[in-house]
């Protein structure tokens, strides 16, 4: 059983572009959630989703990222005009349905900015 | 709002010696209190959990945690190091209770084990 599959593991863009993270879940998974994390910093919550909803957002700066999980291919968090301040390594996580059920991560997207 | 309190930022023991990392935390009902490791470069990986039950629970790798209510303390340890083991280790609170899913994570301990 594959678990949390992310691409790519690194990505360089340079200030004004796009960035655009992508997630899969671990099989028979419907939620997904998206982790940053700053450099020798804990992981900080950014968004919640399951298939074609956004159930919580409380952690998404307001303005230039985004997020999806449509019915059909991964979860892709967008990042509009990087800023030097957007590199970080990006983590998603994936769970089964109950509350309870701990959440399983991928190995990270390293976003660097230059 | 939950909030979670690594007080060690870097430890170090002997390989072979015991380890116990702390972890405090801020929640006003009974958490969901996790731990998890992460390697250099490599995402985090599941140690263990408390949801309720028994205080004392068990993970991989030989590490356990004790939940304590009265001192808002979810300490891991584990009775003989590896060298295997060095690598950063994050405690995180989730409010599974009130259908909120976003787990707050600590600031990490990092691990370092000398030969």
């Known amino acids: 059983n594959a678990g949390v599959m992310q691409n790519p593991r690194h990505l360089v863009r340079r200030r004004g572009q796009e960035a655009r993270l992508r997630c899969s879940p671990m099989?028979?998974?419907?939620?997904v959630y998206w982790y940053r994390q700053l450099p020798e910093e804990g992981l900080k919550f950014m968004v919640y989703l399951q298939k074609e909803n956004i159930i919580d957002e409380s952690g998404m700066p307001k303005e230039r990222f985004s997020a999806e999980f449509p019915k059909e291919g991964p979860s892709i968090l967008r990042i509009q005009q990087v800023v030097r301040g957007d590199s970080a390594a990006y983590f998603c996580?994936?769970?089964?349905?109950?509350?309870?059920?701990?959440?399983?991560f991928g190995p990270g997207t390293r976003l660097t900015v230059t | 709002a939950q909030s979670v309190t690594q007080p060690d930022i870097h430890i170090t023991v002997s390989e072979g010696a015991s380890l116990e990392l702390r972890c405090n935390y801020s929640?006003?009902?009974?958490?969901?209190l996790f731990w998890y490791v992460q390697s250099p470069g490599q995402g985090l990986q599941l140690l263990l959990k408390?949801?309720?039950?028994?205080?004392l629970v068990q993970g991989i790798k030989g590490f356990e945690a004790e939940f304590k209510r009265s001192q808002s303390s979810f300490n891991l340890r584990k009775p003989s190091v590896h060298w295997s083991d060095a690598a950063e280790y994050f405690c995180?609170?989730?409010?599974?209770?009130?259908?909120?899913?976003?787990?707050?994570f600590g600031s990490g301990t990092r691990l370092q084990v000398q030969p």
């Open positions: 929640y006003g009902a009974t958490p969901y």
């Open positions: 408390y949801f309720s039950g028994d205080t």
């Open positions: 996580a994936s769970s089964h349905d109950s509350s309870s059920d701990e959440q399983y």
């Open positions: 995180a609170v989730g409010a599974g209770d009130t259908g909120r899913r976003a787990l707050t």
């Open positions: 099989k028979g998974h419907s939620h």
